[in-house]
């Protein structure tokens, strides 16, 4: 069965309790997030005892930047990269469907040519929408980290900034999704 891990960003500012509180409080937040698109882009979802082949061995799959900010760092890090591998694969699936040149016009300026390939229009739509809904601030469960407060699935320079400059006013939710009915 096809799974896939993902990293939910969220902020621990201005909540109180342990850390086992604050990984419960934090995971049913991540759930309230997650449920609307049950049974449309996954069929179910659980927090991730391991991520990117990495033991996960947190109350909820939740790692607090304030208590194990190495482990925070290490899959803060690995989700950004999981989320530029999706980001080429879905813009290599679009401009795979399409046959790409090069024109110049009478003045010498040049210019690019996109024709689409026959038969290519459905995997053309399905990379584009992925990266218009990234774009719109969503997500499906290969972005690899979504940022719940900023309600958006791309980090920013500035936002990258910020979490880096206090990495103890941050969580990750951890998070396996499942395409389908039944166990790994």
């Given at each position: 069965?096809?799974?896939?891990?993902?990293?939910?960003?969220?902020?621990?500012?201005?909540?109180?309790?342990?850390?086992?509180?604050?990984?419960?409080?934090?995971?049913?937040?991540?759930?309230?997030?997650?449920?609307?698109?049950l049974?449309?882009?996954?069929?179910?979802?659980?927090?991730?005892?391991?991520?990117?082949?990495?033991?996960?061995?947190?109350?909820?799959?939740?790692?607090?930047?304030?208590?194990?900010?190495?482990?925070?760092?290490f899959?803060?890090?690995?989700?950004?990269?999981?989320?530029?591998?999706?980001?080429?694969?879905?813009?290599?699936?679009?401009?795979?469907?399409?046959?790409?040149?090069?024109?110049?016009?009478?003045?010498?300026?040049?210019?690019?040519?996109?024709?689409?390939?026959?038969?290519a229009?459905?995997?053309?739509?399905?990379?584009?929408?992925?990266?218009?809904?990234?774009?719109?601030?969503?997500?499906?469960?290969?972005?690899?980290?979504?940022?719940?407060?900023?309600?958006?699935?791309?980090?920013?320079?500035?936002?990258?900034?910020?979490?880096?400059?206090?990495?103890?006013?941050?969580?990750?939710?951890?998070?396996?999704?499942?395409?389908?009915?039944?166990?790994?």
């Amino acid at each position: 069965m096809k799974t896939l891990e993902m990293a939910f960003l969220n902020s621990t500012e201005g909540m109180s309790g342990d850390d086992r509180e604050l990984c419960e409080k934090l995971w049913a937040k991540t759930a309230e997030l997650l449920m609307p698109n049950l049974g449309k882009h996954y069929k179910r979802f659980e927090p991730a005892a391991t991520a990117w082949g990495n033991e996960i061995n947190k109350p909820y799959s939740v790692i607090l930047g304030c208590s194990d900010p190495k482990s925070f760092l290490f899959f803060y890090v690995t989700a950004r990269e999981a989320q530029e591998k999706a980001v080429d694969f879905h813009l290599n699936g679009f401009l795979g469907g399409f046959d790409l040149g090069e024109k110049f016009d009478e003045d010498g300026l040049h210019g690019f040519t996109m024709n689409p390939k026959e038969g290519a229009e459905t995997a053309v739509q399905v990379h584009l929408l992925w990266h218009l809904k990234m774009m719109g601030g969503g997500f499906f469960p290969d972005a690899g980290i979504y940022c719940v407060p900023a309600r958006q699935a791309v980090v920013t320079e500035a936002l990258n900034e910020q979490i880096l400059s206090d990495v103890g006013h941050y969580a990750i939710s951890m998070v396996r999704f499942y395409a389908g009915d039944g166990d790994d």
